[in-house]
């Protein structure tokens, strides 16, 4: 992949450390020759995400918390001000309380089915528009989503309903900006072991259920994130918009428990 990102320039939000997803296609990325900016939420987290941008040869850091339209803004006056023109961005945020991703659905407060849909649907939306209007060339959008989407998984409750809404939204993205050669995709990754999804009820038995009954029968790392998200973010991508791609190992092409799978 070696030049194929050579002359882009992309922000990755959504680093927290070298587990995230966003790591895995933040690194994909630089390797392919892509030039990057990172957003964190918080102050507390820049002490983590400098050194990892740092070993991608950036220090092209800026807070930016999601949920307040003002911090949004001032992140796209830092990229406008710094770049002119950006070519592509990788939306990996995700929030819930976490007290709310255990037990049922059905008893989700009013605060946090608002909140998670804040946070984990419309600073989708919120975030693209802004880009777009820094992608005079055309640019290529990537947000994470999850199974939990399509079909009930345990504990994922709330969650899955907003990534339902976000891949939704993918779409309809899609079809604003496809006039401008702006291409707009969800990754739906399988499940892997990073802050946000330690916050899951039984995490570790939704991972070993999708390792033995996956048709590669393992669970993907945040490399097999990474190679896919740079087809969409790259011009091997270029006919694909609105589209919700799986990097799951297969997983959700089954419809029943393997037959070699043990009982767990
Ligand atoms: P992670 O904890 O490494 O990343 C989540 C990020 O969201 C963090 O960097 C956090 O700072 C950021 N965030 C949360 N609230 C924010 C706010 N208000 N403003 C700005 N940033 C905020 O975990 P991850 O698993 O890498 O998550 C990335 C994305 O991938 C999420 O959308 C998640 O739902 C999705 N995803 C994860 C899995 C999995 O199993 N880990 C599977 C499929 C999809």
Request: contains cysteine; charged residues 20%; glycine residues 10%.
């Amino acid at each position: 992949a070696a030049g194929l990102m050579e002359g882009k320039r992309g922000l990755i939000m959504g680093l927290a450390n070298d587990k995230s997803i966003a790591w895995g296609i933040a690194r994909a990325c630089a390797e392919a020759g892509a030039e990057l900016a990172f957003s964190y939420q918080g102050e507390q987290m820049k002490k983590r995400v400098l050194p990892l941008a740092e070993q991608l040869g950036s220090s092209f850091v800026v807070p930016c918390d999601v949920s307040e339209e003002e911090s949004i803004d001032a992140l796209f006056a830092k990229l406008e001000e710094e770049w002119g023109t950006i070519d592509f961005i990788v939306h990996a945020i995700g929030f819930s309380d976490k007290s709310q991703l255990r037990g049922r659905y059905a008893d989700t407060t009013r605060d946090n089915f608002t909140m998670t849909m804040d946070i984990s649907v419309y600073s989708f939306t919120a975030v693209a528009r802004r880009a777009a209007a820094l992608m005079p060339n055309g640019g290529s959008m990537v947000t994470l989503t999850y199974y939990g989407a399509e079909q009930v998984m345990p504990h994922y409750n709330v969650m899955g309903v907003a990534k339902a809404a976000l891949e939704a939204s993918v779409r309809y993205l899609a079809e604003d900006f496809g006039k401008d050669g702006i291409r707009v995709n969800a990754i739906s990754a399988g499940p892997i072991r990073t802050l946000a999804a330690s916050g899951i009820g039984d995490f570790r038995y939704i991972l070993k259920w999708n390792e033995l009954n996956s048709p590669l029968r393992r669970n993907v790392t945040t490399d097999d994130v990474g190679k896919s998200a740079l087809y969409l973010l790259s011009d091997l991508g270029s006919g694909v918009t609105g589209e919700t791609h799986h990097v799951d190992a297969g997983y959700h092409v089954v419809g029943m428990k393997a037959v070699d799978a043990p009982d767990i």
